[in-house]
């Protein structure tokens, strides 16, 4: 069955790429098997031009079979490992595992997505480099919470011969997610990637329609020290959620102490019905006197 499924796909590639194409688009239930047959069939030599193939599918299969062919032992550990269960319900990995062998299970595994999510989460704990195919890999990503977990890997994660590049573009694409706690996410992490980059990103979110998401694109200029930012931070003083209210009274200390100290915005807070933004503004509006 599975090498009638490999075979009956028309290529015009080399064997060794039309071997890979079709593996790469293997149904999940018949991976394993379709591996073990590519594995017998590929030309060794060719693999590692296709492990940078445009075609990003292509490119991780090729990084898998190399991993495979390099090291079984530690392949199979890989793909096999059972994640241990937290209290709350996620999972975790433990150890080190191959970085393409995760890739290869995250998009072929069959896993359910409490399991890729925590799959996303063991690849940053076994790789300092950011993968190659993993931009794509978000972008074709369809789980809010998985693609909420590739952002968080974007602040641990470097592009190997560039010490500059990391997991930006998934946070910039982050920004436009459709699901509110992966625009949150974003907002989040872009404090840690200190990308000029991501400041306009940023600034954007400050205006939107979540309040969390507004709040922690307050808090991470702030943070960040973006200090042409000040009106487009000070506007999220008037949001609902006391937490946007209190990272932007934070933020806008941080921006311009001496400008926020005297804003009359964080001096009608003072009598805020949240204890917290009212003694955040208290404290800050008497540092003027």
């Not at 293997?26 to 590519?38: F, I, Q, Y």
């Not at 979540?210 to 000070?234: N, P």
């Amino acid at each position: 069955m599975v090498t009638l499924f490999l075979a009956g796909l028309a290529m015009a590639g080399s064997p060794t790429s039309n071997t890979l194409e079709a593996l790469s688009v293997a149904p999940a239930g018949e991976w394993s098997t379709a591996r073990a047959e590519a594995l017998a069939s590929v030309e060794v030599s060719e693999l590692s031009g296709l492990a940078k193939d445009s075609n990003w599918q292509i490119g991780l299969t090729a990084q898998a079979l190399q991993a495979w062919r390099t090291d079984e032992t530690t392949a199979t550990a890989t793909w096999s490992q059972v994640p241990a269960v937290r209290r709350d319900g996620t999972q975790v990995f433990t150890g080190r595992g191959v970085p393409a062998v995760i890739g290869e299970r995250l998009q072929h595994g069959g896993e359910t997505v409490v399991t890729r999510r925590a799959l996303v989460d063991w690849l940053r704990r076994s790789t300092a480099s950011w993968p190659s195919w993993a931009d794509s890999a978000y972008a074709a990503e369809e789980d809010a919470g998985v693609r909420a977990a590739w952002v968080d890997a974007a602040r641990f994660l470097k592009s190997p011969g560039d010490a500059g590049a990391d997991g930006r573009q998934v946070v910039a694409l982050a920004f436009d997610d459709a699901d509110a706690d992966v625009r949150a996410q974003a907002a989040r992490i872009a404090s840690y990637l200190e990308a000029a980059s991501l400041v306009s990103k940023l600034k954007a979110a400050t205006a939107d329609s979540s309040d969390e998401v507004a709040g922690l694109a307050a808090r991470s200029l702030g943070i960040l020290r973006v200090k042409d930012a000040y009106e487009e931070v000070a506007q999220v003083l008037d949001r609902t959620d006391p937490r946007a209210r209190l990272w932007t009274i934070r933020a806008l200390e941080r921006l311009d102490r001496d400008r926020a100290a005297q804003d009359a915005r964080i001096a009608a807070l003072q009598s805020d019905a949240d204890l917290r933004v009212a003694r955040a503004a208290t404290g800050l509006t008497a540092a003027k006197e």
